[in-house]
């Protein structure tokens, strides 16, 4: 993830890291709009500093994107500012000087957007750049912290309008209703409406448009209590895996993330349609019922095999939809491969979470011939072939599409032809894009090779080395157990000939 995470900064914003040095000598930009300030850095100091209430849009002129979402931005905020919205507008030109603001506000693309209550980030745009999505969350911020209803009918109006809503009826406590507004101040409920209605006993129920649902909540009236409730209860058990949630996902500590599947507009129809329309939609039926049983131990992240082929294709599904678990950074799954039914998919989900399930393996078919001399491993004849204790084995691992692996691809004949009298020693290679490894076995780059001695598997070493013959020879003379490593000289004609009939043999494989 950190990788993802410096490479969008790289592709993004394409700035080298300076210094915060010589920040406050900015002149602020001319203003095109009269409500609309195109502000610099100490104005940004100032306003924050002055606890103000605005809304801050950081856009660059090396991202033509955020340009182009700076229009619609001083398009929909137009009404408000003629309204005299309580709150201010400000643009900011993010340049090279201001690498700090990454770290300060957190954000790794552009344009971004925060809206500030009181000089704190409160909320922060998660969504597209079209203009429905950004004037749904313009009409939220400029709702009150803590909105008061006099009718228990009037919350229908927020029900409909807003996926998750806090309702708390009160006897006028003050205490209670502090509470209630430092957590609606705080960034970490921003996806939240708050309402609330005097009555005769204090009450909090928090309404899931998504799935229909009503939480009710029994706990103690402490802020913290309150605030683990809400954010224990705000998640949706199913949702589209989008690059706004994918870090939630990936992160997730509180249950097992399951990724859906599905093909076809059909499917997608069931998935994204009302999950209140029941029958109309059997799919969300369905996820509805699991989500009675689940929440808080399965999250699932749907996706349209469409948009991440190569995503789907890893876990091998003969059809869809498919539903996977991964574990340990994607390196181990389980593939349900049951009847697409309720009772089968509670039976496989319960089977997980007790532990009884083993990982599913991906892996290419067992080599009819494999008397070559650099042998083919596959995941199914790994245990045959690179745990044979009776051997030393030094392997491969490549992918067909890496030009590193092709450029390799020579010196490792040239290796296993100067080898070819040694005994008790295995040269072998396996396509490690479409193969899942044993022992353990993870790695960062194609290729890469590692050492499994006889007699003791599990303590395989890396090769980190030179990739030549000499220094691979060397490292095994250093490293075997068992074998005896006897280098032979080897013509140019000879290393060509092998080469070509292992191409071939790849070609068949």
Request: aromatic share 14%.
């Amino acid at each position: 993830m950190k990788f993802f995470f410096y490479l969008s900064i790289f592709l993004v914003l394409s700035f080298a890291w300076c210094n915060q040095e010589n920040t406050d000598n900015e002149t602020a930009p001319k203003t095109e709009n009269e409500a609309t300030q195109y502000t610099h850095i100490k104005a940004y100091r100032k306003i924050t500093k002055e606890k103000k209430d605005f809304v801050f849009l950081i856009t660059s002129e090396v991202v033509p994107t955020s340009r182009e979402f700076e229009k619609t931005f001083l398009k929909l905020v137009k009404p408000y500012q003629e309204d005299e919205s309580p709150l201010e507008f400000h643009i900011f030109d993010f340049k090279e000087e201001h690498q700090f603001l990454l770290v300060e506000l957190r954000f790794i693309a552009l344009p971004a957007i925060f809206f500030f209550r009181d000089g704190e980030v409160s909320d922060t745009y998660k969504g597209n750049g079209d203009e429905q999505s950004f004037g749904e969350w313009l009409e939220k911020i400029h709702l009150p912290l803590v909105s008061e209803i006099e009718k228990t009918e009037e919350i229908e109006a927020f029900k409909n309008q807003y996926l998750l809503v806090v309702f708390v009826e009160h006897t006028d406590d003050e205490k209670i209703m502090k509470k209630i507004n430092d957590l609606a101040k705080n960034s970490e409920y921003s996806n939240l409406v708050f309402v609330s209605k005097k009555g005769e006993e204090n009450t909090l129920t928090l309404f899931r448009q998504y799935d229909s649902k009503e939480i009710i909540f029994d706990g103690e009236w402490k802020k913290k209590v309150i605030g683990k409730f809400l954010i224990d209860n705000q998640k949706p058990f199913c949702q589209k895996l989008t690059r706004e949630n994918f870090e939630m996902y990936y992160k997730m500590e509180d249950g097992v993330v399951a990724y859906l599947f599905i093909e076809g507009e059909k499917e997608k129809e069931e998935i994204e349609g009302e999950f209140v329309s029941g029958e109309q939609y059997p799919t969300n039926v369905l996820i509805n019922q699991l989500s009675e049983e689940f929440y808080g131990k399965v999250w699932i992240a749907w996706n349209d095999v469409a948009e991440v082929q190569k995503f789907a294709e890893k876990y091998l599904f003969e059809s869809y939809p498919g539903l996977v678990i991964t574990e340990d950074q994607n390196s181990k799954y389980y593939r349900y491969e049951g009847e697409w039914n309720l009772e089968d998919i509670k039976s496989w989900l319960n089977s997980y979470l007790a532990g009884e399930l083993k990982p599913a393996t991906k892996s290419q078919p067992i080599p009819e011939t494999n008397d070559g001399l650099i042998k083919r491993v596959v995941r199914k004849n790994w245990e045959e072939i690179v745990n044979d204790k009776t051997k030393d084995v030094f392997l491969n691992i490549y992918a067909e599409w890496s030009s590193p692996s092709k450029k390799f691809e020579q010196t490792y004949k040239e290796l296993a032809q100067k080898l070819s009298k040694s005994k008790n020693l295995i040269i072998a290679e396996i396509d490690g894009h479409n193969n899942d490894l044993g022992n353990g076995v993870t790695f960062a780059n194609y290729p890469t090779q590692f050492f499994f001695p006889a007699n003791d598997k599990n303590e395989f070493i890396k090769y980190k080395a030179e990739r030549t013959v000499e220094e691979m020879i060397k490292f095994l003379k250093e490293n075997c157990k068992t074998a005896e490593i006897i280098a032979e000289e080897v013509s140019e004609k000879e290393t060509v000939e092998e080469t070509e009939e292992e191409t071939e043999s790849i070609k068949e494989l």
